[in-house]
């Protein structure tokens, strides 16, 4: 079955008395047994069978079940935010003496979390060029616990090459962790890349509409341990599972998600192409430009469409506040693929507490506004920004 | 010697060290602070025992609150 149809149609355990058609938000804490061996089968781990919604829900469980039928990963772990989702993935391979090769380019709160959080508890962090594939080779060494990226890099708009990072970790037995929130995974096969462990931010395109907060950790299945230590001692110990009332928002959102999608990457493209045309803009950074850097490497692995997130620079700083404050159709919000369109100033918001020079060692530039393209027409967009830049 | 500290030009004495940097400049929640040296992260139990030199740059950041996507 093609992809559209599997995120419709995959079949839910039918445990619902009614026969209800939408998987039920299943709001309870506890859930009861016939028997003392079924109760102990589902506390060893021995039955995936839920027993307390903060290791497994039924509602949850669907919402996980869906993005493993649509990915062909071994397991999906649904958490309560993309955050959560990454901090489980990198516990799942990290230890105090261990480190993280990974680069700068990073969404904020992930570079604080590896090199602030983690780094206090003696993970180290190792932050180079990915896209240098000698760098990555000579940092990776017998400590190195896994290889983490993104796929785009956010707002610098980076793309590594996955295939040979993949080769780089496999060589070493540690993983290659990829935050692929930039492309549904729908669009491109993970696993082929040889990412082990996809993270996504399910608040962004999943949950449609930014109606809900949630992430996923997507396991291939290439180390054994991870779902072990995942379901039965990370969402035990750490507590952030997604809530079922978000599973239950996501798992709509993933059904239209490749309608929504087709039109936000379409117009992102449109808008892209037209901004270049705009006085007053100096330049437009969108991987799906076919005079970009990445874009035959975008293309090579997460095929032919590039998210729907776009960065455009002005002369200074206060050019961009301006711009900001002047639009009237496009928000002033942050956040990627709400259906609304959204602009924000990434140097003085997302990366707002880092000083000046991280930022600039982090190529977040003070004359850079980044747009999450929505599902309006791309024409009052683009007229929104023209009349905004006068 | 000079040294730039979070994008400022510092006079500071011959063997200073990242503690004593960290004490000068009145730095706060020090117990908080991460330091960049040179656009590398230092370890917290090497502050004390790195010395600084001529043209050193310095960055002191915290990595608390900051963004939603």
Redesign the interface.
């Known amino acids: 079955m093609k992809q559209q149809t599997l995120a419709i149609h995959t079949a839910p355990e039918r445990i619902d008395p009614h026969g209800a058609l939408s998987m039920p938000v299943y709001h309870s804490a506890a859930f009861e047994f016939d028997s003392a061996a079924d109760m102990e089968g589902a506390f060893t781990g021995r039955l995936h069978k839920a027993s307390y919604s903060r290791v497994v829900n039924p509602t949850v469980a669907y919402l996980e079940d869906k993005v493993t039928s649509l990915t062909g990963a071994t397991a999906t772990y649904a958490f309560n935010s993309g955050m959560a989702a990454i901090h489980n993935a990198l516990v799942t391979f990290a230890e105090s003496g261990k480190n993280i090769v990974t680069s700068k380019h990073l969404f904020g709160n992930t570079f604080s979390l590896i090199g602030g959080t983690l780094r206090r508890f003696g993970v180290k962090a190792k932050f180079i060029d990915l896209t240098d594939i000698s760098k990555v080779r000579e940092a990776v060494d017998a400590d190195t616990c896994c290889i983490y990226a993104e796929i785009i890099t956010n707002p610098q708009m980076e793309v590594a090459d996955f295939r040979a990072l993949a080769d780089i970790a496999h060589q070493h037995n540690i993983p290659l962790i990829a935050d692929t929130t930039i492309i549904p995974f729908t669009r491109f096969s993970a696993k082929d890349l040889g990412i082990d462990i996809e993270v996504v931010s399910s608040t962004k395109y999943i949950s449609g509409g930014a109606t809900s907060l949630g992430g996923l950790m997507i396991n291939y299945g290439r180390f054994d341990f991870v779902d072990k230590r995942v379901r039965m001692e990370l969402l035990y110990n750490l507590g952030a599972i997604m809530t079922p009332h978000a599973a239950y928002m996501q798992t709509l959102g993933l059904e239209t998600l490749e309608a929504r999608y087709a039109m936000q990457s379409a117009n992102a493209l449109a808008i892209a192409k037209a901004l270049r045309e705009v006085e007053g803009i100096e330049s437009v950074n969108y991987v799906g430009l076919e005079d970009n850097p990445y874009y035959e490497l975008s293309r090579s692995q997460f095929g032919d469409t590039a998210g729907a997130m776009l960065t455009f620079d002005l002369p200074t700083r206060e050019d961009c506040w301006k711009l900001i404050d002047n639009v009237k159709l496009i928000r002033r919000a942050t956040n990627l693929f709400d259906n609304r369109t959204l602009i924000i100033h990434p140097a003085s918001t997302i990366f707002g507490n880092f000083p000046a020079s991280v930022r600039r060692s982090m190529q977040v530039n003070d004359t850079t506004i980044r747009l999450s393209v929505g599902l309006e027409h791309p024409e009052d967009i683009i007229n929104d920004i023209k009349q905004a830049i006068q | 010697m000079k040294i730039?500290v979070?994008?400022e030009q510092q006079e500071v004495h011959e063997g200073i060290s990242i503690s004593e940097l960290i004490k000068e400049n009145n730095v706060a929640q020090p117990e908080m602070v991460?330091v960049?040296l040179n656009?590398e992260?230092l370890?917290?139990d090497d502050f004390a025992a790195t010395i600084l030199k001529e043209g050193d740059?310095v960055?002191?950041?915290?990595?608390?609150?900051?963004?939603?996507?």
């Open positions: 730039t979070n994008e991460s960049q656009e992260f370890d917290r740059v960055d002191f950041l915290y990595f608390m609150g900051g963004g939603m996507r």
